[in-house]
């Protein structure tokens, strides 16, 4: 077998390298730091694994042999920003893993909104015992949600949301020319405008490309029932923040969920840091502890795919931004 030289790029090479199984004879694995790596090792190197912001702008100049990048990230946005990807390099990314972890998000939030648990959090704090708010809570049973992107992530929140007796319509990329049905884990694949008007939960988890990019704007939070909560998984972008603040304020919209932002961290002037219909995470919807062992899981299997010269997981097409 040909020698194939791997260079990783990661503050956490150390913990993805532990979790990895032997590596076959002729495959190297060399960990560089963050943004840098000696040119002899780019110059050996026919794969290049890491975190898009930890991989040298121009690496591809002094790479000859680069042949694939595989990231940790799920979000491509600001990778295919600074990165012109050179067609016969395959990339790909970290797609579905913490699908899981962002489906248990999600339905927390909704949770958190139907069973009123800001409210109760703010009473204990207080040290009250009030039970007004007892015949206000709602049940997610019967309730309609609506997911827009419906990959892995979008999947497993259709999934968990079944479990609790709620109405599954999604809204993908297939779908902007109209209706479709037939798929396993919906009631009914709807055009975005249709199944926000008919959604009680809205649940983003579409990739950031230039077609979803501000894609919930004021127009499509007027579609949404007053009734509507949005949670927000995916990219801050997705939603414009000025128009989501108004439906807010206005009571056009009954409340967010959100863990992204159009600008990270959230700056402290950001208004809805005070809103009272809006519960924030500051992006953490994929974590867990086993996060790690299912990024080094899908890069061991696909570096297995390489190294025999067999197609690659989670395939990326630049131009799509997926």
């Known amino acids: 077998m ?23 004879d002729g495959v190297t694995i060399v960990s560089c730091a963050p943004r840098h790596a000696a040119p002899e090792h780019l110059a050996a190197a026919v794969a290049i694994a890491g ?5 040298p702008m121009g690496v591809y100049r002094h790479a000859p042999k680069l042949r694939w990048i595989h990231l940790f990230n799920i979000g491509l946005d600001k990778f295919l920003d600074t990165h012109a990807v050179p067609e016969h390099i395959a990339l790909t990314n970290s797609r579905g893993v913490g699908a899981g972890a962002m489906a248990d998000h999600a339905l927390m939030l909704m949770l958190a909104f139907s069973r009123s648990l800001v409210h109760w959090v703010q009473q204990q704090q207080r040290g009250l015992w009030e039970r007004a708010q007892y015949g206000h809570m709602v049940t997610l049973e019967g309730r309609t949600i609506g997911i827009l992107g419906f990959g892995a992530i979008g999947r497993q929140v259709a999934r968990r949301a079944r479990g609790f007796g709620m109405r599954v319509l999604a809204t993908r990329r297939a779908t902007i020319a109209g209706p479709q049905r037939g798929d396993p884990d919906a009631d009914a ?4 405008g249709a199944m926000l008007a008919a959604s009680d939960f809205v649940v983003i988890a579409a990739p950031l490309t230039a077609e979803t990019n501000g894609l919930v704007n004021a127009d499509a939070l007027q579609r949404m029932k007053p009734t509507t909560y ?6 801050g972008r997705i939603v414009v923040e000025t128009a989501l603040v108004a439906a807010l304020a206005g009571g056009r919209l009954a409340g967010a969920g959100l863990d992204v932002f ?12 005070t809103m009272p219909n809006v519960v924030i995470t500051p992006h953490v919807s994929a974590g867990s502890t086993t996060v790690m062992d299912e990024t080094a899981d899908l890069w061991s299997k696909n570096l297995e795919k390489f190294i025999a010269h067999e197609p690659l997981l989670t395939l990326v097409t630049p131009s799509r931004g997926y």
């Open 262 to 273: 159009e600008t990270e961290p959230l700056p402290a002037r950001s208004p809805l840091w």
């Open 230 to 235: 949005l949670i927000n998984l995916a990219r």
């Open 51 to 55: 975190y898009s912001e930890d991989i």
């Open 189 to 192: 694949l709807l055009p975005m």
């Open 2 to 24: 040909d020698t194939v030289s791997v260079l990783l790029f990661s503050s956490d090479a150390q913990a993805l390298r532990q979790r990895l199984p032997p590596l076959p």
